[in-house]
C-alpha cells in the first residue's frame, strides 16, 4: 500500500508534530559528532516550514536510566543548537516532551517556527509504549509524521502508540526514500544484484541472507562470520572467530546458495593478527586456510579484487556489515575499499545502515552512493522481511 506522505497533506496554521531521528554521538563536550541523522531529517522539516505549519519535533537520545546526570548527559540541546545552524533559525529547546510547560511552549509558536521536545525516554512510557502518555503526546498534534526510520522497528509512544490519537498522519521525505530504495533494492533490483553481508555472527545475519538469496544473483560474505562458513567446508581457521554452534546452520545456507544458482563468495586470503588489537603485527594471509597461531581479522588483498569485480559489473549493489574489524586501523582496508568500490559502481548502490554506513560515512563517500540507510536495526529487519510497527500505522 501506497504511505501518504507529508506533501500530500495541508500544514499551514497546523501543530505538526515530527517524529525524527536524533540519537546521534556526541563527544565529551556534549558536541555533535556526526550529524548525518540531523542533516537527513532537514527536508521534511524545512517543507513543513515552508508551509507555514508550527513544527514540533520530537526525538530520543541514547539510553536514559532515570538518573539525574543522564538529563545532562543525554539531553537534546546540542541536536537543537546543530539544527539551528543547519537551518537557519531559531529552534526552541523545550524543557521537557510533555505537561503544562510544553503546552504553553506549542500554543505560543506561531507558523513556521519550530520547537524540539527534551529527549521522549526521560520518561520510561515511550519505551513501554503507554496509552496515556501516547495521548499526551497526540495532544499537542494535529498533524503527526513520522520521519524516524532509525525508530521504525521499535513500537514505542511516539513511532506508532500516538498514531491513532491523531486526526492526520503521513510519512516524512525520509521515510518515503528509505522504503522506495530498500524496496526497490530487494523487491525489483536491476540485476546482476551483488548483495555484500559482513559482520561478526551468522546467527546475527541469518533472516538478511536467507532473503537476500532469495532474490541476489551473488553474495559476497566477509566478517568473522565468513570464517563459520569456512569451517563449515572443512577450511582450517586458526584462532579465528567461529560460532561452533551453528556450522550445521552454515552449510545449509551454501546447500540453499547452490541449489538456487547463488554464487557465495567466501574469502580466498585473509589479513590476520595473533589477537584482535590495534597494536598486532598484520599479516596477510595469502591462502583460504588460516594458520593456526592466527585469527582473520579482515579480507585480504585477493578477496578484495574478487569482491571489487562483482561490485563494479553489478546493477544493483545492497551492502550490509563490516568486512573485518573495522574500528581498528590494521584491519580496516577490506571495509574501506568496499565503500569504495560501490562510490566507483556506476550500480544503483543502497547501504543498510549500522557500521557499513558508519564506514561510508568516515571515507567521505556518502554523495556518492544512491542512498545510506540511516536505519542499522529497521534496515535489517526491513531486509529480513519484518513488518515494522512505525511504517504499519501508517499504512491503516
Same mark, same amino acid.
Given at each position: 500500500m501506497a504511505l501518504k506522505t507529508i506533501d500530500a497533506l495541508d500544514l499551514a496554521g497546523k501543530r505538526v508534530f515530527i517524529r525524527v531521528d536524533f540519537n546521534v554521538p556526541l563527544d565529551e563536550q556534549g558536541k555533535v559528532t556526526d550529524d548525518a541523522r540531523i542533516r537527513a531529517a532537514l527536508p521534511t522539516i524545512q517543507h513543513a516550514v515552508k508551509a507555514r505549519a508550527r513544527v514540533i519535533l520530537a526525538s530520543h537520545l541514547g539510553r536514559p536510566? $532515570? %538518573? !539525574?546526570?543522564?538529563?545532562?548527559? *543525554?539531553?537534546?540541546?546540542?541536536?537543537? #543548537?546543530?539544527?539551528?545552524?543547519?537551518?537557519?533559525?531559531?529552534?526552541? *529547546?523545550?524543557?521537557?516532551?510533555?505537561?503544562d510547560g510544553v503546552r504553553k511552549a506549542v500554543k505560543d509558536l506561531g507558523p513556521g517556527q519550530v520547537i524540539l521536545l527534551e529527549n521522549l525516554r526521560f520518561h520510561p512510557e515511550e519505551e513501554k509504549n503507554e496509552e496515556l502518555f501516547a495521548r499526551e503526546l497526540a495532544s499537542l498534534a494535529d498533524v503527526w509524521v513520522n520521519d524516524a526510520f532509525g525508530t521504525a522497528h521499535r513500537a514505542h509512544a511516539s513511532t506508532a502508540g500516538m498514531a491513532k490519537f491523531v486526526k492526520e498522519k503521513a510519512a516524512g521525505f525520509l521515510i518515503q526514500k528509505e522504503l522506495e530504495y530498500l524496496g526497490k533494492a530487494l523487491g525489483s533490483p536491476s540485476r546482476p544484484f551483488v548483495a555484500i553481508v559482513g559482520g561478526a555472527k551468522v546467527s546475527d545475519k541469518l533472516k538478511v541472507l536467507e532473503n537476500l538469496l532469495a532474490k541476489a544473483d551473488a553474495v559476497c560474505v566477509g566478517g568473522a562470520m565468513a570464517y563459520t562458513f569456512l569451517k563449515a567446508q572443512g577450511v582450517e581457521v586458526?584462532? =579465528?572467530?567461529? #560460532?561452533?554452534? %551453528?556450522?550445521?546452520? +552454515?552449510?545449509q545456507i551454501l546447500d540453499r546458495a547452490t541449489a538456487r544458482k547463488v554464487d557465495l563468495l567466501l !574469502?580466498?586470503?585473509?589479513?590476520? @593478527?595473533?589477537?584482535?588489537? #590495534?597494536?598486532? %603485527?598484520?599479516? &596477510?594471509?595469502?591462502?583460504? +586456510?588460516? !594458520?593456526?597461531?592466527?585469527m582473520g581479522l579482515d579480507i585480504g588483498p585477493k578477496t578484495l579484487d574478487r569482491y571489487r569485480q562483482r561490485i563494479l559489473s553489478a546493477k544493483t549493489v545492497f551492502w550490509n556489515g563490516p568486512m573485518g574489524l573495522f574500528e581498528q586501523k590494521p584491519w580496516a582496508e577490506g571495509t574501506f575499499a568496499v565503500a569504495r568500490a560501490m562510490a566507483d559502481s556506476p550500480a544503483v548502490t543502497v547501504v543498510g545502515g549500522?557500521?557499513? +554506513?558508519?564506514?561510508?560515512?568516515?571515507? $567521505?563517500?556518502?554523495?556518492?552512493?544512491?542512498?545510506?540507510?540511516?536505519? $542499522?536495526? +529497521? =534496515?535489517?529487519?526491513?531486509?529480513? $522481511?519484518?513488518?515494522?510497527? @512505525?511504517?504499519? &500505522?501508517?499504512?491503516?
Open positions: 536510566k $532515570g %538518573k !539525574p546526570e543522564d538529563r545532562q548527559k *543525554l539531553t537534546l540541546l546540542p541536536a537543537a #543548537e546543530r539544527l539551528q545552524q543547519l537551518l537557519g533559525q531559531d529552534v526552541i *529547546l523545550a524543557d521537557d516532551c510533555i505537561g586458526g584462532k =579465528s572467530l567461529v #560460532e561452533a554452534d %551453528k556450522l550445521d546452520l +552454515a552449510r !574469502p580466498v586470503d585473509h589479513v590476520c @593478527g595473533a589477537e584482535p588489537k #590495534e597494536t598486532a %603485527k598484520r599479516v &596477510v594471509v595469502n591462502d583460504r +586456510a588460516v !594458520p593456526a597461531d592466527l549500522g557500521d557499513s +554506513a558508519a564506514a561510508v560515512e568516515e571515507a $567521505g563517500l556518502v554523495e556518492k552512493m544512491t542512498h545510506v540507510s540511516t536505519g $542499522g536495526g +529497521a =534496515s535489517l529487519e526491513f531486509i529480513e $522481511g519484518r513488518e515494522l510497527p @512505525g511504517i504499519k &500505522v501508517l499504512e491503516e
